[in-house]
């Protein structure tokens, strides 16, 4: 689950349903930094099985041309609504699920984002033709999103050109409580202050129950993880300092986390920010040391804490 304003999306990574709320995500980087683009167009749906190659909906400049292709081709058209001269994409907090006319948002430095909302009468708008395009994303099957995009002022439009896929066998029906074991290891074990780094929590989940389908244990061991935070505590054993000093608690990162497909809890970390807590607590201690990491997250009725897990700064 991802947050966008405070409502819950699915990745495309993360097994989406048609059903679902999926959060079809682009992340730009140049010359090895996140660098977000001048300007992008739209981003254009279309199915993998009927364009068995992304080449068939592009035209000579590589460019999709919106109006000679035929309404069955497209399945829906993401436009921002910003009126910024200049802007990408809309804010984060302009997306409001209730809204049916689609828009491009931008989650982060580099980092931007569609909603695709099955769950909606969702439609989008072609401003160059005032066409307008309703969702036609209704059946579990692999999908192309392109984004048309121009990365820097006075460069050309370009197409990139993503993959994701819906499924509809995410559910299954059992005949008794499931009963699983989780476990979890910080991949992190040292980290050079002043770094910023994606603090990762890997997370192994198994059925216990023997009885239960081996088809249904390889379906519920992947992207099963609904939410996840974390939790970093500096640990003293000085006398005079606080012995366990609290940096981010839970909530604090609940908005923060991003979960893999593989399960694993990811929160990016920057060791900086530690700090203006050191100058500002006399018990603090110094930076460097050793720190506590925990993970809270929830998996069907369940909300687990992972045992404390240790890195340190160095």
């Known amino acids: 689950m991802v947050l966008v304003n405070g409502q819950e999306t699915v990745d495309r ?31 254009t749906i279309f199915s993998a099985a009927r364009n068995t190659n992304p080449s068939s909906v592009l035209n000579s400049s590589g460019l999709i041309d919106l109006p000679s292709l035929s309404a069955n081709d497209v399945l829906m058209h993401f436009e921002s609504s ?59 099957s692999q999908y192309i999103d392109v984004w048309t995009v121009k990365m820097l002022t006075g460069g050309l439009y370009q197409t990139q050109v993503q993959e994701f896929s819906l ?17 979890n290891k910080l991949k992190n074990k040292r980290i050079v202050y002043g770094s910023k780094v994606d603090l990762r929590v890997g997370t192994e989940v198994n059925i216990d129950n023997k009885d239960i389908d081996q088809s249904i244990k390889n379906l519920f061991s992947k992207s099963v993880i609904a939410s996840g935070s974390m939790e970093i505590i500096k640990l003293n054993d000085a006398n005079g300092l606080s012995s366990r000093f609290e940096v981010s608690g839970f909530s604090d990162t609940s908005a923060l986390v991003d979960i893999t497909s ?10 900086t920010d530690i700090a203006g807590l050191a100058a500002a607590n006399e018990t603090y201690g110094g930076i460097k040391g050793s720190y506590e990491v925990r993970a809270k997250y929830t998996i069907l009725n369940q909300t687990i804490k992972s045992p404390p897990m240790f890195l340190e700064i160095r």
């Open 82 to 140: 910003s009126t910024t001269a200049g802007n990408a994409a809309q804010p984060e907090a302009d997306y409001k699920p209730g809204n049916l006319a689609s828009g491009i948002y931008k989650l982060g430095t580099g980092e931007y984002g569609v909603i695709l909302n099955g769950t909606l009468n969702l439609s989008g708008k072609d401003s160059a033709t005032s066409k307008v395009y309703s969702n036609k994303v209704s059946g579990a």
């Open 262 to 271: 593989d399960n694993t809890l990811v929160l990016n970390w920057d060791t």
């Open 13 to 43: 990574h993360n097994r989406p349903s048609v059903n679902s709320a999926v959060l079809l995500r682009a992340f730009f980087i140049n010359n090895g930094a996140f660098q977000d683009p001048v300007d992008i167009s739209g981003v």
């Open 167 to 183: 499924y509809s066998d995410s559910f299954f029906t059992v005949t008794q409580p499931i009963l699983f074991t989780a476990k």
